[in-house]
């Protein structure tokens, strides 16, 4: 059964500070997505990670994928208020459709 | 622009009822998903579509099934709707079929709250 562990769940930052937000998963996988979900919004795709060593980055967003340790990050640069959001790890299992998410970190940036 | 939508931004049922919550995807995706969310446990997949009339279980299909009559719509039954199906109900589409390589983003409709009194 493919779990999918995510942590912190909650995070408060001040603007201007970095932090990283990590994700485990249990077995063999060959796709690791990150989704940001704003309050009352639905769920928006942020990066997706195919290969062992990927890195993706966007604005102050970065993130990378370890396939043998099974470990995504998310690591946040300089924190800004628009960050504040809900962000979800998931994972696809090889060969199939399915995908199974993170229980989510919310992100709080203070000024 | 709306790619996924779901009919019902927020219903209130009662205990007992029979609930039918629907998804309707534009963008010719072959395969469909049904997540609820609950807070601190992110979405928790139900049931997903790969084709037309086919679909599989997720991690939590008790208490609910699926219709898949038509590529474009997936919908969600509640046979008799009990207090602890309360939750945010979200229908996600992406391209694929059965099995799947490379990157297949969810593109997910705006969600259904789902009260039960």
């Known amino acids: 059964e493919l779990k999918v562990e995510q942590n912190p769940l909650f995070l408060s930052m001040q603007e201007g500070k970095n932090y990283t937000i990590y994700c485990n998963y249990s077995?063999?996988?060959?796709?690791l997505y990150w989704y940001r979900q704003d309050p009352g919004k639905s769920l928006e795709s942020l990066f997706v990670l195919l290969s062992n060593g990927a890195v993706k980055q966007e604005g102050r967003l970065m993130a990378s994928l370890d396939t043998k340790a099974r470990l995504s990050t998310l690591h946040i640069t300089a924190a800004v208020h628009d960050l504040s959001a809900t962000y979800f790890c998931?994972?696809?299992?090889?060969?199939?459709?399915?995908?199974?998410f993170g229980a989510g970190t919310r992100l709080t940036v203070k000024p | 622009d709306v790619k996924v939508t779901q009919s019902s931004r927020y219903l209130v049922k009662r205990t007992g009822e029979k609930v039918f919550l629907e998804c309707v995807q534009d963008?010719?995706?072959?395969?469909m998903f049904w997540y609820r969310q609950d807070p601190g446990l992110g979405l928790r997949l139900i049931y997903f579509?790969?084709?037309?009339?086919?679909?599989e279980k997720g991690d939590i299909p008790e208490g609910y099934s699926v219709s898949r009559e038509k590529k474009e719509r997936f919908s969600l039954i509640l046979e008799s709707a009990s207090t602890n199906q309360t939750s945010m109900y979200l229908c996600?589409?992406?391209?694929?079929?059965?099995?799947?390589?490379?990157?297949?983003?969810?593109?997910f409709g705006a969600g259904s709250r789902l009260t039960v009194l």
């Open positions: 579509s790969y084709d037309v009339k086919m679909k």
């Open positions: 996600a589409s992406t391209r694929g079929g059965r099995r799947v390589s490379g990157a297949n983003v969810l593109t």
């Open positions: 998931a994972v696809g299992r090889r060969y199939n459709n399915d995908m199974r």
């Open positions: 077995t063999t996988s060959d796709r």
């Open positions: 963008m010719d995706h072959e395969n």
